[in-house]
């Protein structure tokens, strides 16, 4: 399942706002325009293994400061649909 975590990681790691903002809404969590602006920018090229609780906690934490708490958290529940699929 290796392989799984790779692309979902890299689809991580190299989203768009628009990307997110679409994720967002298949998986019913709000962020907005704005938001998933702000949170693409700061994934792009940051190389981090949501499948890895540390990384992801200090990722949210970083999405906290830049997006907001309770984005933060939304986001969170997305990293956590994403994780749950493998």
Known sequence: MRIFENI????????????????????????????????AEY??????????DRERAALVKEIAKAAGPETAREVNKLFMQLTKAN
């Open 43 to 52: 994934l792009r090229g940051k190389n981090i293994n949501i499948f890895d």
């Open 8 to 39: 979902i990681n890299h689809k991580i790691n190299t989203i768009t706002a628009e990307e997110l903002l679409k994720y967002a809404k298949q998986f019913n969590i709000s962020v907005n325009r704005t938001q998933a602006k702000k949170i």
